[in-house]
């Protein structure tokens, strides 16, 4: 990572892991539609109305902020998108707060842990699974959310505790590119719950990142999730 030349206008545009992952498959699923905009450098706590050259300049520590150069983790950038629509918030309980996500305070926290164990279930051994169940405050309406796990090689998601619900994810089979999977809530009450694969003992635990999106409210979520394995497995 580093930080643009603001001496000039500058486009930097590069393709996320996601993005070169389709662009490899070559089977025309690597299409750009839509693009977004966010502010994840700025704090807007440096934004000074006592500042001693009046009001030109309240801004002035903000707007000589770097800018940083786009990265391919889409894990770690464009968790504040800037919305061309805020009417979702009118008539929410401070519309002039922004929503966010809530119920899954402690995953984010303390992110979710799942375990393989390769005893058990006559020797193809057992995994554990959670529920991701956000819901979303300050926002007048309810709204369904979109669950991005970015290494399906060792876990993979599923809605309402039904495995076959997972489009093909669940298959303990690796990939060359860690994989990743979307799963979108289609109705008030859906679950999103997410699971472990058989992992070995050598790369355990191992790591990845889950996104929590609010499709309504743009509000966005980031959970860590461990695999942990206490037995060797397929590699």
């Not at 109305?49 to 889409?74: F, K």
């Not at 505790?161 to 690796?174: I, P, V």
């Amino acid at each position: 990572m580093g930080y643009l030349n603001k001496t000039t206008q500058v486009l930097d545009a590069i393709l996320t892991t996601k993005g070169r992952e389709l662009l490899a498959k070559g089977d025309g699923s690597f299409n750009i539609t839509k693009f977004a905009l966010g502010d994840d450098e700025i704090d807007y706590t440096l934004w000074n109305p006592g500042h001693p050259s009046g009001s030109d300049y309240y801004g002035a520590v903000l707007e000589n902020m770097p800018v940083l150069e786009a990265v391919t983790n889409e894990a770690s950038v464009m968790k504040f998108k800037i919305l061309a629509d805020t009417s979702h918030l009118q008539g929410s309980p401070d519309p002039t707060q922004m929503a966010y996500l809530t119920g899954i305070d402690d995953q984010v926290k303390n992110g979710i842990t799942l375990s393989f164990n390769q005893t058990g279930n006559d020797g193809r051994g057992t995994r554990t699974a959670v529920t991701v169940n956000p819901t979303t405050e300050n926002l007048k309406q309810v709204e369904n959310y979109s669950f991005t796990l970015l290494n399906t090689n060792i876990a993979f998601m599923y809605l309402n505790n039904d495995e076959t619900d997972s489009g093909g994810f669940n298959s303990e089979s690796r990939t060359k590119f860690r994989s990743s999977q979307t799963i979108t809530s289609k109705k008030l009450g859906d679950t999103v719950n997410i699971k472990c694969k058989a992992i070995s003992s050598t790369i355990s635990p191992a790591k990845t990142t889950l996104i929590v999106r609010g499709r309504t409210s743009g509000a966005t979520a980031s959970i860590t999730v461990t695999v942990t394995s206490t037995g060797g497995a397929a590699s």
